[in-house]
């Protein structure tokens, strides 16, 4: 059989065309990378050894999921997932809990719709949430301790390696509305007279826990205690009688989220450093308490 003039012109412009096109060398694309893959190249760069158990393990997805981008966080909230989602991201890096619940223990929540929710979005679109917690506070320096410090703009005010840094002198009220306006919160809270003038001044983010808490007041020289947060029959009243008692301590209670979000800001940073193949940012979760005044 003969194939007409034409046929022939046609198929042989197509192959000289396909042939034409510039070759794209795949060999030096960057490799897709998995949850577990991410997960460990964050142990490989950290001061201290890792060890099996802890609370800082994947909450949520598998180690296998590729991922496309990464988004740190202070909480992984239904919300913060819908932000990561749509800037392309898929792993969540969480300080705290996801799950209402410091050991993120599903079982309570099973039947809940607001667990029902949060896990039907995160399987929707094949998300991963690991927690980022223990690591990261016993990583040289802590690097929640290292946001919170910039965030404060005190670097200069640092005593040596301590939480304890020597202000210019305000009093007490200057200070909180100072904090306030920094951190963009109206629900700090303070004990404490007002006028009373402050100027060395220790800083305990988070959820430190009673001892530690009222160790730095008994045992250093600080005018008052910024904290996260504290049980208001531990610290809060610690302090109230020591007022009474002709001891000048004085204590600020910023909240949890505020006093320890920064850190998860400069944890975007730090990956930055050794992770390139995909692109890794900040999302706030924000405080979500408010005050009516």
């Keep these: 059989m ?32 998995t949850a577990g893959e991410i997960i460990e190249r964050i142990k490989e760069n950290l001061t201290v050894a ?23 966080t202070f909480m992984a909230t239904l919300d913060v997932l819908k932000r990561a ?20 223990d599903k079982t309570y ?3 809940d719709p607001v667990f029902q929710a949060k896990m039907d979005f995160i399987r929707e679109h094949n998300m991963v949430v690991w927690r980022f917690h223990d690591y990261w506070h016993m990583t040289e320096p802590d690097g929640i ?20 840094f020597e202000i210019p002198a305000t009093n007490l009220k200057g200070l ?4 306030g306006t920094k951190f963009n919160t109206s629900t700090i809270r303070v004990v404490g007279s007002p006028d009373m003038q402050i100027s060395r001044v ?15 007041l008994r045992e250093s020289d600080i005018d008052v205690l910024i904290v996260g947060e504290s049980a208001e029959w531990e ?7 020591g007022l009474e008692a002709g001891i000048a301590k004085t204590l600020i209670v910023m909240g949890h989220a505020d006093s320890e979000e920064p850190g998860m800001k400069y944890c975007a940073e730090w990956l930055d450093q050794f992770i390139d193949e995909v692109p890794v940012t900040f999302i706030p979760a924000g405080n979500p308490l408010w005050s009516p005044e």
């Design 202 to 216: 220790g800083i305990l983010p988070g959820a430190y826990g009673m001892r530690p808490q009222v160790q730095m």
């Design 176 to 179: 909180a509305t100072e904090l």
């Design 235 to 241: 610290a809060v009243e610690y302090v109230r009688d």
């Design 2 to 33: 003969r194939v007409p003039l034409f046929l022939l012109i046609f198929f042989y412009s197509g192959i000289t065309s396909v042939l034409a096109q510039p070759h794209t060398d795949m060999s030096n694309a960057p490799k897709a990378l």
């Design 109 to 111: 929540f099973l039947d």
């Design 50 to 72: 890792w060890k099996p158990g802890g609370v800082d393990t994947i909450k949520a997805g598998i180690e296998e999921q590729k991922i496309t981008g990464i988004a740190t």
């Design 145 to 164: 301790f290292v946001g919170v410090v910039r965030a404060f703009d005190w670097e200069q005010y640092r005593q040596g390696e301590q939480q304890i």
């Design 85 to 104: 989602h749509a800037q392309g991201a898929n792993l969540i890096i969480t300080h705290e809990p996801t799950f209402y619940n410091h050991l993120d």
